[in-house]
């Protein structure tokens, strides 16, 4: 099957001819239909943060079900699924209490680059070849963990229950999941890339008000007012601070950083009032670090907290989700941008890296 590996980070990824075994025990063979094009992956690209290579890149990913392999019993061949960058193992104190993001077993079978057992599916020439979280999708197949996987109604597009596997859960599940009492509060949003409009998307659904987006190319800024915004800034053009005292007399209760820079997580923190509230959800560079204002931390109570995946139960809100978007409530059709085929996919990543508004999405097995 063609799939896209990255060999050495800083080069392009290369779409190759990948073996891939059957699924072992526990496990499902998915044809993958559409995966979105999430900036993680570009940290790997570019060695921000690391992963064992080669791997097969992509972890937002939907498809159809072709095969389980034996005691699969949650996933049916036939079934339409979405990938889970997080695997949860059920049973641990972070599963059981509904925060599977922050499961153990899914964390060191991250850095494994295997499936939950540690070991790959994947081989290119003979040698093996690294999962990327578990789920590899920039790929016509992909065998994963069926704790990797949930089962939605068919009757979603490929596209948009891709992109709700990664950045709408982590967005939208940001607002839903860690701001729930935000009515009426105002929020910042620095960053107006898939995640960042999927957050602004989740905080007009819950009421907040104003919720000003920031970025520093003004199409995106467009799509966060279409997606709910109710104020823009252009960081690179204006002073956020000021445009902030002139949007509302009243302190901003809440901020979002969903880049992930040292300088914008330091300006989320900054930006909100006494007694607010800032939530790291962008990664950056491993190792990267923040300088903390001591005193405006201590004296106006302001808190920092930091969000994995939309701090969602993610098999839970994942469908929930998809229906509020059935509903009408969520208009996931507008997050959409580009569709590439298999073969553009550094190209995708390209057009990323320079400002294309929506979430991206390859279509491994064409265009629907
Ligand atoms: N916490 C999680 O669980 C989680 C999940 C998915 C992605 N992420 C991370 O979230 C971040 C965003 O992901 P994405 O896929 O939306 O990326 P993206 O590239 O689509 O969006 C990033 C946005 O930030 C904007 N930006 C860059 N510099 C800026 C600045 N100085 N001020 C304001 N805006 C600026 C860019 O123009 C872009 O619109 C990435 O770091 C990604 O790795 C985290
Ligand atoms: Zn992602
Ligand atoms: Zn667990």
Same mark, same amino acid.
């Given at each position: 099957?063609?799939?896209?590996?990255?060999?050495?980070?800083?080069?392009?990824?290369?779409?190759?001819?990948?073996?891939?075994?059957?699924?072992?025990?526990?496990?499902?063979?998915?044809?993958?239909?559409?995966?979105?094009?999430?900036?993680?992956?570009?940290?790997?690209?570019?060695?921000?943060?690391?992963?064992?290579?080669?791997?097969?890149?992509?972890?937002?990913?939907?498809?159809?079900?072709?095969?389980?392999?034996?005691?699969?019993?949650?996933?049916?061949?036939?079934?339409?699924?979405?990938?889970?960058?997080?695997?949860?193992?059920?049973?641990?104190?972070?599963?059981?209490?509904?925060?599977?993001?922050?499961?153990?077993?899914?964390?060191?079978?991250?850095?494994?680059?295997?499936?939950?057992?540690?070991?790959?599916?994947?081989?290119?020439?003979?040698?093996?070849?690294?999962?990327?979280?578990?789920?590899?999708?920039?790929?016509?197949?992909?065998?994963?963990?069926?704790?990797?996987?949930?089962?939605?109604?068919?009757?979603?597009?490929?596209?948009?229950?891709?992109?709700?596997?990664?950045? @709408?859960?982590?967005?939208?599940?940001?607002?839903?999941?860690?701001?729930?009492?935000?009515?009426?509060?105002?929020?910042?949003?620095?960053?107006?890339?898939? @995640?960042?409009?999927?957050?602004?998307?989740?905080?007009?659904?819950?009421?907040?008000?104003?919720?000003?987006?920031?970025?520093? @190319?003004?199409?995106?800024?467009?799509?966060?007012?279409?997606?709910?915004?109710?104020?823009?800034?252009?960081?690179?053009?204006?002073?956020?601070?000021?445009?902030?005292?002139?949007?509302?007399?009243?302190?901003?209760?809440?901020?979002?950083?969903? @880049?992930?820079?040292?300088?914008?997580?330091?300006?989320?923190?900054?930006?909100?009032?006494?007694?607010?509230?800032?939530?790291?959800?962008?990664?950056?560079?491993?190792?990267?670090?923040?300088?903390?204002?001591?005193?405006?931390?201590?004296?106006?109570?302001?808190?920092?907290?930091?969000?994995?995946?939309?701090?969602?139960?993610?098999?839970?809100?994942?469908?929930?989700?998809?229906?509020?978007?059935?509903?009408?409530?969520?208009?996931?059709?507008?997050?959409?941008?580009?569709?590439?085929?298999?073969?553009?996919?550094?190209?995708?990543?390209?057009?990323?890296?320079?400002?294309?508004?929506?979430?991206?999405?390859?279509?491994?097995?064409?265009?629907?």
């Amino acid at each position: 099957m063609r799939a896209a590996v990255l060999h050495r980070p800083g080069t392009a990824l290369t779409v190759e001819d990948v073996d891939i075994d059957d699924p072992g025990p526990g496990e499902v063979a998915v044809r993958v239909l559409a995966a979105g094009v999430c900036h993680s992956d570009l940290h790997y690209m570019n060695g921000d943060l690391n992963v064992r290579l080669p791997a097969v890149l992509g972890h937002e990913g939907a498809g159809i079900v072709e095969r389980v392999g034996e005691g699969v019993t949650r996933i049916r061949p036939g079934d339409t699924v979405v990938t889970m960058w997080r695997p949860r193992c059920g049973d641990c104190e972070f599963c059981t209490t509904g925060r599977p993001a922050l499961c153990a077993v899914g964390r060191v079978h991250a850095t494994s680059g295997g499936l939950l057992d540690g070991t790959s599916r994947l081989n290119l020439n003979g040698e093996k070849v690294h999962h990327l979280m578990g789920v590899s999708c920039f790929a016509e197949r992909c065998v994963v963990s069926e704790r990797s996987l949930v089962a939605i109604d068919p009757t979603v597009p490929p596209e948009i229950a891709a992109i709700t596997g990664c950045a @709408v859960v982590t967005g939208a599940g940001t607002a839903l999941n860690v701001m729930p009492d935000a009515a009426g509060d105002g929020v910042v949003v620095i960053g107006a890339g898939g @995640v960042g409009l999927s957050a602004v998307m989740g905080l007009r659904l819950i009421g907040a008000h104003p919720i000003v987006a920031v970025d520093t @190319v003004d199409a995106k800024l467009d799509k966060a007012l279409e997606l709910g915004a109710t104020h823009t800034v252009n960081a690179r053009t204006h002073d956020l601070a000021d445009e902030l005292a002139r949007i509302s007399p009243k302190p901003m209760r809440w901020s979002v950083d969903a @880049v992930g820079a040292p300088h914008t997580l330091a300006q989320a923190i900054e930006v909100v009032g006494t007694g607010g509230t800032t939530v790291a959800v962008g990664l950056g560079k491993a190792g990267a670090v923040v300088p903390v204002p001591i005193n405006p931390l201590v004296q106006q109570e302001k808190r920092l907290i930091g969000s994995l995946y939309g701090s969602a139960n993610t098999p839970v809100d994942i469908p929930n989700l998809l229906d509020l978007f059935k509903a009408g409530r969520l208009p996931l059709d507008r997050l959409l941008g580009e569709r590439y085929e298999l073969a553009q996919v550094n190209e995708a990543y390209e057009a990323l890296a320079q400002g294309a508004t929506g979430r991206a999405v390859i279509t491994p097995g064409g265009r629907p």
